[in-house]
């Protein structure tokens, strides 16, 4: 029933030549007219200038010049094997960027917000590795100057506050640049990445020099070429919003960028911090200065500009920040356009999801309400929005309680107004606790020092000093063996069920060694049933591009059950399947449901090698 909805929804946007996309920053579905919709894409083609149409595939080109300048990198000992491997592209996989626009419905007009998917683009390595590398130096070296998330700023502010420099008359600034990723010049933003280094005592980043990552950098800005419709474009200004290295490179290029009004703030005593692209600051002096200041900063740079706000009561990421009257009022913030849509709970998933929607945005809440009725008002608009999506109420005021309970005595503390100062005391503990975004900064900003001379692959490679320690036979508990099964909640007992069978089947078997882990995917949401994005393959490489073999730290040689760490796919009822036909007498051509399997253990050891070997499968093991 649900393919032929999907399939009728499918030809009525065909025959009516619609358009169907995920709003920006939202959940909500944009239907529109195809050509009204590339207008939109046109007008961001032509008011950025960033971009030139190719007459040509340069696909094998770029690959190629990529591939070249790895080995010749690795062949003057410039970067270690061990990197040269991590950036390497395979050549089996690779293809062409392409280019996507997803509609802002939450800004007037509705612009398109372009994406660039370069999952399997030829230097998509070499973006991450760079990403890896010197986000960590951002994360530690700009922290000062950088807003986390809407709590961090809510925390900062609240210092501002007590060093009582927030006063009834004090204004709130926010603005955002216009097209950063897209408008960020490139040969100006791998000098100012230089520069960076330089500045703070970096002359090798992980062992590879300052100039050779500035030439890994420029092959990822300068060859970024991608399809988008049935045309081929090249990029010349900016970075690709989708690759991981342009968001580092653009918070560094601002990092410069902002250092005049960072000096003047700093100098009054005033707040400054930023977000990639948005910036938000306290201002205690006119708002007629205020705004000579602002149409200042929008001349500093040609590709740089800005749209800013001044007000008593902003909203910022996803919190809404008041001064009233010289005392600090913070909100969740629900941009008017955003739906109020979380995963229903009809859906197929695990139920610790929906137990975690219910406990993240309370805990939102929390973070982000300074009142108590603020609070309230947040939780009834959390209950309703759980119940739109089809919570059952129980459901949710057991999540509530369980929630509450971990800071509060077991008493029911929800809705009652005499509850408020214990309210407050949960607060500020929650408020002492980092958020799983300050702790992943925190952690990055923490290495970004560490290990910035490794050693050579000889000596990373330190043959074994004592071979006759390797004969003993060690239990190694770290060997993983990876099992996956797309999820539905029929199957809720399936990872249980598993690792019965497994027990059973492998007892008293070397595989008992081998950690089990069982784990599920989640069916694919609609959006990817029903929005087509990508463009046709032929278009995406040459095809006289033809499948050769991979470098050697690619090639896959048979490996014994002891030796896994990872498969990526297991046919998951398998197993059950071949217990149920060694032990039941069923034939491989009988039908047969998971849910109604009881298995055995099997104790004939070639019985269990045909299981895990069927016949016309692909060999998994080798024998056991």
Excluded at 20 to 36: A, L
Excluded at 508 to 518: E, F, G, L, N, R
Aim: proline share 5%.
């Amino acid at each position: 029933e649900q393919a032929q909805i999907l399939g009728s929804i499918r030809r009525i946007i065909q025959n009516m030549n619609l358009v169907i996309r995920v709003t920006d920053k939202g959940n909500n579905f944009y239907i529109g007219s195809v050509g009204e919709f590339e207008q939109k894409a046109q007008k961001f083609f032509s008011d950025t200038n960033a971009f030139i149409e190719l007459s040509y595939n340069p696909f094998n080109e770029i690959l190629d010049k990529v591939i070249q300048l790895l080995n010749t990198l690795r062949g003057k000992d410039l970067i270690r094997k061990w990197q040269y491997e991590q950036m390497m592209p395979d050549r089996t996989k690779c293809e062409l960027a392409h280019l996507y626009f997803n509609p802002k419905t939450h800004k007037d007009g509705i612009p398109v917000r372009p994406i660039e998917s370069t999952i399997h683009a030829s230097t998509t390595k070499i973006s991450k590795f760079l990403d890896k590398i010197l986000r960590p130096i951002f994360d530690d070296k700009c922290k000062d100057t950088t807003i986390i998330d809407g709590a961090f700023l809510i925390t900062e502010l609240s210092k501002y506050n007590k060093k009582g420099l927030l006063k009834p008359t004090t204004r709130f600034c926010t603005f955002d640049i216009r097209n950063l990723y897209t408008m960020l010049p490139q040969e100006e933003s791998l000098d100012i990445l230089m520069t960076f280094l330089h500045a703070h005592g970096y002359r090798k980043v992980k062992g590879i020099s300052i100039d050779t990552i500035k030439k890994l950098a420029s092959i990822i800005l300068k060859d970024n070429v991608f399809a988008y419709g049935k045309k081929i474009y090249k990029q010349t200004t900016g970075g690709a919003m989708g690759s991981s290295l342009t968001l580092t490179l653009a918070n560094i290029f601002m990092s410069e960028w902002q250092k005049n009004i960072v000096e003047e703030q700093t100098k009054t005593g005033e707040f400054y911090g930023r977000y990639i692209d948005d910036i938000f600051m306290t201002w205690n002096r006119s708002e007629e200065e205020l705004r000579k200041l602002l149409d200042d900063v929008n001349t500093w740079h040609p590709n740089i500009k800005l749209d800013y706000k001044i007000g008593y009561s902003l909203p910022f990421l996803d919190v809404q920040l008041t001064n009233n009257n010289g005392i600090l009022s913070t909100c969740v913030y629900h941009k008017p356009a955003a739906e109020p849509y979380v995963t229903p709970f009809t859906s197929d998933h695990p139920r610790h999801v929906f137990s975690n929607i219910i406990k993240t945005s309370i805990e939102r809440a929390t973070r982000y309400s300074s009142t108590f009725e603020a609070f309230n008002y947040e939780r009834r608009y959390i209950k309703l929005m759980l119940l739109y999506n089809e919570y059952p109420s129980t459901f949710i005021e057991n999540e509530f309680h369980k929630y509450f309970s971990e800071y509060i005595s077991k008493s029911r503390f929800l809705p009652l107004i005499d509850e408020e100062q214990k309210y407050f005391l949960m607060r500020k503990e929650i408020l002492g606790l980092p958020t799983p975004r300050q702790s992943q900064v925190a952690m990055s900003a923490a290495l970004a020092d560490i290990d910035n001379d490794p050693p050579d692959d000889d000596e990373r490679q330190q043959p074994n000093q004592h071979p006759e320690k390797s004969e003993e036979k060690i239990p190694n508990y770290n060997e993983k063996f990876f099992t996956h099964f797309t999820y539905e909640k029929r199957f809720e007992t399936c990872k249980r069920d598993m690792h019965q069978v497994y027990n059973h089947a492998f007892k008293d078997t070397p595989a008992m060694y081998t950690k089990q882990i069982v784990g599920n995917r989640i069916r694919r949401p609609a959006h990817n049933e029903l929005i087509r994005k990508r463009p046709n393959k032929t278009l995406l490489r040459n095809t006289t591009t033809t499948k050769s073999k991979s470098n050697d730290y690619n090639k896959k040689s048979s490996i014994s059950l002891l030796s896994i760490k990872k498969i990526k796919t297991f046919p998951l009822l398998l197993l059950f399947r071949e217990i149920r036909k060694k032990e039941d007498g069923h034939t491989s051509n009988q039908n047969y449901h998971p849910a109604t399997i009881h298995p055995k253990p099997i104790n004939n050891q070639d019985s269990l090698h045909r299981m895990i070997n069927p016949p016309n499968d692909k060999r998994i093991f080798e024998n056991i």
